[in-house]
């Protein structure tokens, strides 16, 4: 599903070019389920970026789904991130003043899905992640936990080729982390890939391949 080859990523810091990702190759196939882990300071959001088709590179190859795509346009970036590619926010990323139901169906909005059609999916989702009872609260009337399930169902609202999840389980206890590591298990049996950016030992341990990232190269 992914492939990306030769990929480096430097930066311009003052007067200093800094390397933060060196000729790093990597290869995701479909269905896998694949923990991406370093430590927390590392430059983890560019190579997430660089998957979610956001972030340009100073040298790489990417191929996503037999496609090349490593000098496509942004709009055509943007459709094919939009059809494939659910994210799940390290923070949620929920608009606060905005039912539960709309959060939802706005990446759908951006599919042209008929507005019809967008509830019907959004609240599909929602039965999945087993909240479509809170489909009218808004984010501050919703436990952390029930936030975080909130921003998987609108990663899966487009029912995604692939779901990019960004330390899901960041500011949960264990056993709501737990519950939440098993939901994207059950994601990844019903044939969703599945790759998981985090700094936990705990929760690389539910992920079927495992890569460690490491003075920006990788390592395993």
């Known amino acids: 599903m992914i492939k990306l080859e030769n990929v480096t ?5 003052w007067e200093n070019i800094v390397e933060v990702l060196k000729w790093v190759d990597l290869e995701i196939e479909k269905w896998d389920f694949v923990s991406i882990m370093w430590p927390s300071w590392s ?3 560019t190579l ?6 956001l972030d340009t590179v100073s040298s790489w190859k990417y191929t996503f789904n037999n496609t090349e795509i490593s000098w496509k346009k942004e709009d055509e970036l943007s459709k094919i991130r939009w059809k494939n590619i659910g994210f799940i926010f390290q923070s949620y990323n929920l608009i606060s003043r905005m039912p539960v139901i709309k959060q939802v169906m706005l990446p759908l909005a951006y599919q042209w899905v008929p507005k019809f059609k967008r509830e019907k999916l959004a609240m599909e989702a929602l039965a ?3 909240i479509a009872d809170k489909r009218d609260n808004k984010p501050n009337e919703l436990s952390w936990w029930q936030q975080q399930r909130v921003s998987i169902a609108r990663a899966l609202a487009i029912n995604p080729n692939m779901i990019l999840a960004d330390e899901p389980t960041w500011a949960l206890d264990t056993k709501t982390g737990d519950e939440i590591m098993n939901l994207l298990i059950k994601l990844n049996n019903e044939w969703t890939t599945i790759v ?7 929760i690389d341990k539910f992920a079927k391949k495992h890569i460690l990232i490491k003075d920006w190269l990788i390592v395993k």
């Open 43 to 45: 430059w983890k959001s």
């Open 9 to 13: 990523k430097k930066y311009k810091m």
């Open 48 to 53: 997430m970026n660089i998957i979610w088709m």
């Open 196 to 202: 998981l950016i985090t700094h936990e030992h705990d």
């Open 128 to 130: 999945k992640v087993w």
